[in-house]
């Protein structure tokens, strides 16, 4: 029914939106909803629906009936239990218990799914899941998390300077880099993720229930590993220079398509690039530049010392990036204040003194108790501070972010 000759052939995106079917919460109105995706009338919806859920195949006026006795085998169990068991539930017990017409049902999540066909459609360079592999997945992962109210991140990647490598050092070596490379990322990465090749010098990583916070430690790792592996001197031969640079894109937040979010973490590699590459920039609509990491575990403090005074007090740090972060504490500052923040965490082990200026002040009621948040901007900093300032926000990517 679904094979290139039946003439009821669907879109990728008309499937999903079948498949958000079986979760709805009223399947009844399967075939309303169906009419509202750009499905003809005549369009067997139900048995469609039951082949998802079953692989039986079954004419339309036939599935019609058993769709409609599963929607009240689905009201008949949320009585019993208390709660709702969902349409799948309550399509394996109707069809195997009431109408045997499953005698041996085997379980398979819909994401082990997807791994297992992307490993069989495979780049033969790399043994990563290839681009149209990839983007499958993904809108198997839009599916999933606009289903369960989830959100995940796109990374794209980019080998600087890959194509000098194939000039200097010929195809073979090429080769033999995007292999390694390959390798490096799948070390580095957890069970649920997957890697895919785009082509060329371009890799693609899908990293489900993770934010933009998360996500940019994880692409940070891979970047330092690729740094580290390839701008060193080799034991023999000439020596391979090469560097990494990131796009990432989240959903739903930078688009709810497999093109859109693809779109979004390319343009987000592209700013990275034109910044001289070697490293990670996220895709988002927020007015600020840099990501913020909020700290886990135990608080990262700060003295803030107000310029021309020798009075100060400590604040907690709640966010920071390189070009700022946010304080809390009980004494209100003014906007366009200048401070001294020497920052410290027990857990880090590690000083930072930075000068600021308040560019944000937000005042808690006035109580006994108060918190004050404060938004600070770090001034340029010389080329030591910097790199302090960029040892201190790894400690606390690797101490944990929110």
């Known amino acids: 029914m679904q094979g290139w000759l039946s003439p009821h052939r669907i879109s990728p995106k008309q499937r999903e939106a079948l498949f958000s079917l079986l979760d709805s919460p009223e399947p009844s109105t399967a075939a309303a909803r169906a009419r509202d995706f750009g499905l003809a009338d005549q369009f067997p919806v139900h048995a469609t629906l039951i082949s998802f859920l079953s692989h039986l195949e079954m004419k339309e006026d036939e599935a019609a009936g058993h769709w409609h006795a599963i929607a009240l085998r689905r009201e008949e169990l949320t009585w019993r239990l208390g709660r709702d068991p969902g349409t799948r539930v309550a399509a394996m017990d109707y069809l195997m218990n009431e109408q045997r017409l499953l005698s041996r049902p085997k379980f398979v999540d819909e994401s082990a799914m997807e791994i297992a066909e992307s490993a069989a459609d495979a780049d033969g360079l790399t043994g990563l899941p290839n681009e149209r592999t990839f983007r499958k997945a993904i809108r198997g992962e839009i599916r999933r998390a606009s289903r369960r109210v989830q959100e995940f991140t796109l990374a794209v990647l980019d080998l600087d300077g890959f194509q000098r490598v194939n000039r200097s050092h010929g195809r073979a070596a090429g080769d033999g880099v995007l292999r390694e490379v390959a390798m490096l990322i799948q070390a580095r990465l957890r069970d649920m993720d997957l890697a895919g090749r785009l082509g060329g010098g371009h890799f693609a990583l899908l990293l489900p229930l993770t934010r933009r916070p998360g996500a940019h430690v994880a692409v940070e790792r891979i970047r330092i590993a690729v740094r580290?592996?390839?701008?060193?001197?080799?034991?023999?031969?000439?020596?391979?220079?090469?560097?990494?640079?990131?796009?990432?894109?989240?959903?739903?937040?930078?688009?709810?398509?497999?093109?859109?979010?693809?779109?979004?973490?390319?343009?987000?590699?592209?700013?990275?690039?034109?910044?001289?590459?070697?490293?990670?920039?996220?895709?988002?609509?927020?007015?600020?530049?840099?990501?913020?990491?909020?700290?886990?575990?135990?608080?990262?403090?700060?003295?803030?010392?107000?310029?021309?005074?020798?009075?100060?007090?400590?604040?907690?740090?709640?966010?920071?990036?390189?070009?700022?972060?946010?304080?809390?504490?009980?004494?209100?500052?003014?906007?366009?204040?200048?401070?001294?923040?020497?920052?410290?965490?027990?857990?880090?082990?590690?000083?930072?003194?930075?000068?600021?200026?308040?560019?944000?002040?937000?005042?808690?009621?006035?109580?006994?108790?108060?918190?004050?948040?404060?938004?600070?901007?770090?001034?340029?900093?010389?080329?030591?501070?910097?790199?302090?300032?960029?040892?201190?926000?790894?400690?606390?990517?690797?101490?944990?972010?929110?």
């Open 228 to 402: 580290d592996a390839y701008l060193r001197a080799g034991p023999a031969g000439p020596v391979i220079a090469l560097t990494l640079s990131g796009g990432l894109a989240a959903y739903p937040d930078d688009g709810d398509t497999a093109q859109c979010l693809l779109e979004r973490a390319v343009q987000a590699l592209s700013g990275a690039r034109s910044q001289g590459g070697n490293q990670v920039m996220l895709h988002h609509q927020e007015k600020r530049r840099c990501l913020r990491l909020r700290p886990m575990g135990a608080p990262v403090k700060s003295l803030a010392q107000r310029r021309g005074s020798d009075a100060a007090g400590w604040v907690r740090v709640r966010d920071i990036s390189r070009s700022g972060a946010l304080l809390e504490g009980p004494t209100a500052l003014a906007r366009g204040e200048d401070l001294l923040l020497r920052m410290t965490s027990d857990s880090l082990k590690m000083e930072l003194s930075l000068e600021a200026r308040v560019i944000r002040a937000e005042a808690a009621p006035k109580a006994e108790g108060s918190i004050y948040r404060t938004g600070v901007r770090f001034f340029t900093p010389s080329p030591a501070t910097e790199a302090s300032l960029e040892k201190f926000l790894e400690l606390i990517r690797r101490q944990g972010v929110e």
